[in-house]
């Protein structure tokens, strides 16, 4: 018998009844103007409105306890925050994005069966079909077809073969979408944040730990190091003992030199706290000067015991722990109580350009940035200047509490020469190597992962794919190898 797929999950005991009803297009709402004594009216423009499906169930039981028991799995199953994919199995190939709504007004019992009609809105009305791609430019040029009844969103992916000031895709003759500027024989070109180090940590090879009671003067931050263990497995650092006991924070610390000072720079860092709700913990980068005092913190932390909340970090030390400055202290868009950054692993950045400190936060998931938060202070503070030498990781326990578990997944450091480039000089925006995506849908860019929508050019936009025949175009070129794919949509 036919069943479904919601939410990439079957029920084996779910039947679908007939009575499905569902429109064989999306609903068209026609805007109209009418003018006095002019018979009818004229259409404006055209809505397209959401999508109801109403589809009858049923499910057999062997008791009332059964009965019960599959209630609760079907409402568990069935409620989610989000639209999820839906598939019918008399539908093959096509996907909707679907919530419940409502409830089940009409579900009855009749001796072991049990039924009744769910109502599925889909807000984005239309049917997805399978991801057609990944197609190769060859010359930098490619024919496609979309053979969808409707425009679809493309996502372009390109590595980049040398350095380029700009990456450009267009379509036809009228749609296009770039990022950074053209190459200007009559300008001079720089790296604005050429890439000085990367620190992956598939291995510890490289850091040193930090001495049995060595302190990190900051109260937020900081704490004490223990004679605890920091190890490298599956692509991430971790925690294997946090050492013994001490008041306050404390657990284990690695660090290693950069490989010059750095002045203004971009600093990211790759981190994780997996909160369930039973710990106290954090896991801090720690930017030091050569004094091993703290000139900034970058991390993730929680402070209270029963919350799943996990918070940003991101501060300026003087040196001293006489003068600080939070550029960010966020603990997520829904508050104290928000689960945001408790879950997956954060990418947290930290810009600084003289007196001007900016950070940010995103998550990348299935290819698309989540998460997303910015702030930016502006503090003359001297000794916020200082250049920043090392590099300390801090993973930190409060006293005898329960921790759960944190990791580091890479921490990548960048020269900031924003400060010194000028209207007669044009930034490289990829070195060889870069990937960038573009994803249409969600309209965001990113190279290797970074999201740079502040690189868009005035008048690009994020195309879509027209029906039938689609002539695309990269610029520079012989500068990028691109690939294009794309989920046909049906009206």
């Known amino acids: ?21 569902k429109s064989p297009f999306a609903p068209q709402n026609n805007n109209l103007l009418r003018v006095p004594e002019k018979p009818g009216a004229y259409i404006e423009s055209t809505d397209t409105g959401v999508l109801y499906i109403t589809q009858p169930i049923g499910f057999m039981v062997e008791d009332d306890a059964d009965a019960l028991a599959k209630q609760d799995e079907l409402s568990s199953w069935l409620i989610t925050d989000e639209p999820v994919p839906l598939e019918f199995d008399n539908e093959p190939g096509r996907t909707y994005y679907v919530k419940i709504d409502g409830d089940i007004p009409d579900f009855n019992r009749v001796a072991n069966l049990r039924r009744g009609t769910i ?35 493309p996502i372009i992916e390109t590595t980049a073969l040398q350095k380029s000031t700009s990456f ?14 053209p190459y200007d024989v009559d300008l001079e070109t ?20 930090i001495t049995e009671g060595f302190f990190f003067d900051d109260e937020v931050s900081g704490g004490t190091v223990t004679n605890g263990t920091i190890t490298a497995e599956n692509g991430r650092f971790g925690v294997s003992s946090y050492g013994t006991s001490q008041p306050g924070w404390h657990g284990p610390a690695v660090r290693r030199s950069l490989p010059k000072d750095m002045e203004d720079f971009s600093m990211t860092f790759g981190v994780g706290a997996f909160n369930n709700g039973n710990g106290i913990g954090k896991v801090m980068a720690l ?8 000139v900034a913190s970058i991390g993730l932390l929680n402070t209270r015991l029963g919350s799943k909340n996990i918070r940003v970090l991101v501060r300026m030390n003087d040196g001293d722990n006489i003068r600080r400055h939070r550029v960010m202290d966020y603990p997520g868009d829904e508050g104290n109580e928000s689960t945001v950054f408790s879950g997956s692993p954060l990418n947290i950045q930290l810009r600084r350009e003289g007196d001007h400190f900016y950070a940010r936060t995103w998550q990348v998931r299935d290819g698309v940035p989540h998460a997303r938060h910015s702030e930016d202070i502006i503090d003359d503070t001297v000794e916020f200047q200082r250049p920043v030498r090392q590099v300390a990781l ?3 326990k409060y006293e005898d509490n329960p921790v759960f578990n944190m990791y580091t997944y890479g921490f990548r450091v960048k020269d900031n020469n924003t400060r010194i480039m000028d209207e ?11 990937k960038i995506v573009i994803n249409t849908k969600e309209e965001v860019v990113m190279i290797n992962d970074e999201p740079v929508t502040d690189l868009k050019a005035f008048g690009a936009n994020y195309f879509m794919l027209d029906k039938g025949g689609n002539h695309l175009f990269t610029f520079p070129e012989g500068y990028f190898d691109s690939t294009i794919k794309w989920i046909e949509r049906f009206k």
């Open 394 to 396: 801090f993973f930190a």
């Open 424 to 434: 007669d000089q044009i930034p490289y925006i990829v070195e060889k190597d870069d």
């Open 287 to 294: 930017l030091l000067d050569d004094n091993d005092d703290i």
């Open 168 to 181: 450009m895709v267009a379509k036809g003759e009228e749609d296009f979408f770039m990022i950074g500027q």
């Open 119 to 153: 109502t599925f809105v889909c807000p984005d009305p239309y049917g997805y079909g399978e991801e057609q791609g990944p197609y190769l430019f060859e010359n930098d040029a490619i024919t496609i077809e979309n053979k969808g009844t409707a425009e679809a969103y």
């Open 1 to 21: 018998m036919d069943s479904m797929t919601f939410n990439g999950e079957r029920k084996s005991w779910l039947i679908l009844l007939e009575g499905r009803e």
């Open 190 to 209: 720089i790296e604005q944040f050429p890439q000085v180090a990367f620190y992956p940590m598939d291995s510890t090879n490289g850091w040193s730990p």
